[in-house]
């Protein structure tokens, strides 16, 4: 029987944090790994598992690109292609699945070729360009938000992998069940950090000093800066790069302020907290706003756009939440009910080839 699989995902934490998941699930059912990325992406940061082998594929972005790097993109997608296919007639694996990216089309592409099963994963509302071509690919297409794809009986909606660890998560019941004097702030702007929010929400929650214990993830190179901007409000605080443990703050704290990518708002709906949410204004087909929009439609989280009223309108949504712990509970109770609790089991079970006695079956002939 085969038992390697092929996990594509490269870029940012939203790609490669639910690929890990997935992969540690299967690395414990005893199946080998191969992981293509790219040499500088995150994932080679994230990826402690010595179990998974990871290949570096050549690969770059052409959407919204010069034409200079539309060209490099396209030589690197031919080059990507020709790369992905001489690794996987080696490696022989019994499926591929990619959770997006510009990396995951040419290795799609190449297993497609090879008559391999192409399983896909899309973390936003809107799918990105990769997954919509994958999309036509894949045996099965899993989403994270309903309604992302057509309907259809390839299409599974899924949430988003979450590690097992955000299933000790103290429940919103017991969160919020206590009046507090002190709320606990979780501040961070994804898997790179936010200069937006590290620059502005010192100065913007000052007025709550006497209120508030805050935690801020700044990314790299940022932290002493915005360690010095909470000292000089005088704001108890705690700021660090990054954080390989995020499980633990969710769980210590009572408030999220966060953009809105997938897998943060996919954290936020399991762990069941309150969130102030602040789309980061340039993401790929606005997709960061369209899904927080999800949340916020259903009364889960609060949108705080990112412009000049900006510091204005995190006051008023401060002094609505601090002051009202049971809208705190209620959001919390909410954003636990919109996504599935269960989704690497949904994407498992819905993979053929990890059946043994389909595999076992195909196998034969």
């Known amino acids: 029987m085969r038992n390697k699989i092929i996990i594509i995902a490269s870029g940012t934490g939203g790609h490669v944090i ?11 059912k005893k199946y080998f790994i191969t992981w293509f990325g790219t040499k500088n992406g995150i994932e080679n940061k994230l990826i402690k598992n010595r179990k998974i082998n990871i290949c570096h594929i050549n690969s770059s972005g052409i959407r919204g690109k010069n034409l200079l790097n539309k060209i490099k993109g396209l030589l690197n997608f031919l080059l990507s292609l020709v790369q992905s296919l001489n690794i996987l007639i080696k490696e022989k694996p019994l499926f591929v699945i990619g959770f997006g990216g510009y990396i995951s089309t040419s290795v799609s592409l190449a297993a497609f ?20 071509i994958n999309h036509f ?18 299409v599974i909606h899924c949430g988003n992998p979450i590690k097992e660890d955000f299933n000790s998560i103290e429940c919103p019941n017991k969160k919020y069940n206590d009046h507090k004097k002190i709320c606990n702030i979780l501040i961070f702007g994804g898997s790179q950090g936010a200069k937006f929010f590290n620059d502005t929400i010192p100065c913007a929650v000052s007025n709550f000093k006497e209120m508030i214990n805050i935690t801020h993830i700044c990314g790299p190179n940022n932290k002493d800066s915005v360690a010095s901007s909470y000292k000089n409000f005088d704001i108890k605080s705690e700021v ?9 703050l969710y769980d ?5 302020i966060s953009r809105s990518g997938s897998m943060t708002l996919s954290e936020i709906s399991i762990s069941g907290r309150a969130s102030i ?81 389909y595999n076992n079956s195909t196998s034969k002939k």
Request: charged share 25%; no cysteine.
């Open 18 to 28: 639910p690929a890990l998941t997935i992969s540690d699930l299967l690395l414990k």
């Open 113 to 132: 070729l090879l008559r391999l099963p192409v399983y896909v994963h899309e973390s936003n509302s809107i799918a990105g360009t990769a997954n919509r």
């Open 137 to 154: 690919l894949s045996k099965k297409t899993f989403e994270t938000f309903p309604g992302t794809f057509k309907n259809s009986s390839k």
């Open 240 to 248: 660090m790069d990054f954080s390989y443990n995020i499980e633990e």
């Open 252 to 256: 210590w704290a009572d408030l999220i």
């Open 277 to 357: 949410l602040v789309p980061y204004l340039y993401s790929t087909d606005n997709h960061q706003y369209i899904n927080a929009k999800y949340l916020e439609k259903n009364n889960a989280a609060v949108i705080i756009e990112e412009n000049k009223y900006f510091s204005q309108n995190l006051n008023k949504a401060l002094m609505n939440l601090i002051y009202n712990q049971k809208e705190m509970y209620n959001m919390a109770e909410r954003v636990k009910s919109l996504f599935p609790l269960n989704s690497s089991d949904i994407i498992l079970e819905n993979i053929k080839e990890l059946d043994e006695k």
